[in-house]
Structure formats: C-alpha cells, structure tokens
C-alpha cells in the first residue's frame, strides 16, 4: 500500500471516529439533561418543549452520525473501490474526450453520491422534521423545490464547471489564477443575484405590511446608518415551523427578510433587537471579512489543486491510474473535507466571535433584554438544545451556547 494512501485511511478513519464520539457526546448531554430545564429558562421553556428539544437534539445526531458513516464509506468506493476509475473507463469507451468527458465524469459521481444519500436526507425531512413538527413541506412542493435545484445547477453550475476544466487543459502554469477569477467572479455576481432572482423562485416575498413594525426597523436603519432597497417577509411557513431573519445581497441590492413564522412569534421589540444583531454584522464587517476569507481560501485551495494536478503519486494513491484535470478537481473536492475537518474548531470559533460582537451592538441599538427574549422564544420553537456538550459545540457551532449567550445578554440589562 502507498505510504499516501495508508496515511490518508487513518487520517478518514479517524475523522470519522471523531466525528462520531462528538455526536455521542452531544447525545449524551441532551439525554442527561431531558427532564429538566436548566434554571435560567426555567420561567421560559416549559418541561415538555424542553424535552421535545432534547429529543430532536438525540434524533439529529443519530442521523448526522449515519451520515458521516455513509460519506466514509462512499469515499472508499469512489476512490480505493474504483468507483471513479470505472466512471472514467464508461465514459472514455463512449468516446468522449476533453471537458465534456470531465464534465460526464464529474456529474456522474456527484449523481452516484446525491442518489447514495438521498434516502438519508428524506427520513431527515419526512422523518424527523416531520415528527418533531417543524416540515410542512408535501411531495409536490418537496419535488418543485427539487427540479428548480436541479435546473438552476445545470444553468449556472454546469457552464462554470466546464470553464474551470477549460481553463485546466488549457490555460498552462497558471490556469488556477484564472479559474479563480472566474470562480470569484461568479461567486460575487451570484451574490448580488440571489435576492432578486434566484429566492423569488422558491418563496415569495412581499413587502413589511405592519406600518408600526416597519417604522420601527426604519427607524433602528436610520440610527445604524444602513440603507437597503426594502424589508421583506418571506412565507417560510410553506415549508417548516421554524424561524430566521436575515439580510441578503450586498451594495444596492441588500434587503432584510423576515420569516413569517418569525413575525408570529415575536414582539415588535423583539423583532427589532434580532434584525439589530444581524445589522451589527453589517456594520462590523463580518459579512465582507468572511467573504475575503472565502476567496483567499478559494485561491489558497486552487494553488494547492494546481500543484497536486501534476503528481502523478496523488492519483495513484486514490485509485486513478490515469491522470487528468477532472479526477485532479474531483479528488480534490473529496479530500479536502477530511482535511478541514480538523480545522472546524477555529472557523467556529471566529463565527462565535463575531456573534459575540453582534450582541454586543445590538445592546447598542436596541434593547438588551427584548434580544434575549426573543432568542429564548426562537430556542424554544426551533427545539435548540440548551444543555449542549461543551466540546460538541467548540467543534461545530457556529453559535455560541444558548446558556453562554443568554447570560451574557442579561448581564448587560443588569445594573453595573
């Protein structure tokens, strides 16, 4: 066996056994903690949402942790299995060449692993959202949603895919700067797309119609110096019982959406200090800094792609006996998971830094106890666990404990 491909088999074997005690913890702490609501929700999380939360924490985790089985083991098949060889081989006998042989090489797998997981992902949305009541998504809804996808990957998926593996084959040393541009390019026009285009094909939205609700937020833009083209409400109901806000687009095509499911639940006040958290990351840059680390990150990985392209003992050792530019990207997209797996602690930890720094803005803006409020209330509904495993959530959460946060948030009501 190559020293590689030894190496590499533990580092995966070991991502997944890792991967699976951190959901076992997760589990563990949810289970231990179902029959009492920790004391500082205890007068705002009644015993059974509290229980229900733990439960759909316990049903979560033992589906995440069939799924990390199901990629490892789809990884061995692809590569050391000869699932990608043999994909190859078909389509090379078909007499394709170029990018469109990379193109029917890469769609083939990508349907093979998205087939392969598809069960997995409709016990999630008929099974368990569907138990712990948060789906109201039908077939037929479900099926729209699915060709739209599926549609919109070919249109806008598909040509930069072949771009890329044109500029592979035929930009020389650098292609990676190039497809990088076009990767970046893409990325940032999508952006700014995505609110005017792309969402009003699976949701509707509509204009804030509660003028006392709409005169507030105004009033929080104009005292946070943020201009949008609009605050829109969005029917999630359509599709789950949970709710969100967020904001959306950058430069003249920012909006704010509001969840309809989140106007239900929340009061005006309320409603005002989450939408002054999520202008707090406006305003503290945490919007732009993520999307400069993303592309930095992008070129950083293009390079390093580039590079591995050109060795022949990276293919050999994942079961590619003949090189070329589409298996160099398709291994690379199945190798790096594993990899960044390890790195997963410090992207979560920045991300709860900068909701830290959001709360604390928003405390600025708005007010301290009604953003407490309103995240109790969202905890409650979305069924958030509030006793999370300390070393789960430094792992994975991009946000910080429900019991950290909240404590937090009321100090800052509390009298010096």
Known sequence: MHLLTASFALLLLLALACRIWLLSRQSASARAARDRVPDAFRDAVPPDAHRKASDYTIANAKLASGEAILDTALFALLTWGGGLAWLDAFWR???????????????????????????????????IETRFGFNRMG?????????????????????LLALILWLMQSAGRYWWWYAWLAWAGFSVTLTWAYPAFIAPLFNRFQPLGDASLRERIESLLTRCGFSSRGIYVMDGSRRSAHGNAYFTGFGASKRIVLFDTLIARLSPEEIEAVVAHELGHFRLHHVRWRLVLTLALGLGGLYVLGWLSTQPTFYAAFGVATPSPHMALLLFVLVLPVLTFWLSPLGAAWSRRHEFAADRYATRQANAGQLASAL?????????????????????????????????????VEPA
């Open 139 to 159: 077939w037929r809804l479900y099926l729209a949603d699915l060709l739209k996808s599926l549609a919109l990957m070919t249109v806008l998926g598909l040509p």
């Open 93 to 127: 006998g078909r007499g394709l060449e170029g990018v469109a042989l990379g193109l029917a090489v890469i769609v083939s797998a990508w349907m093979v692993t998205a087939l392969a997981g598809w069960p997995l992902s409709l016990y999630r949305l008929f099974g």
């Open 376 to 412: 109790v209330k969202l905890y409650r509904e979305n069924a958030t666990t509030l006793a999370p495993d300390a070393i789960y959530s430094a792992f994975f959460d991009s946000h910080p404990p429900a019991p950290v946060r909240i404590a937090r948030l009321r100090a800052a």
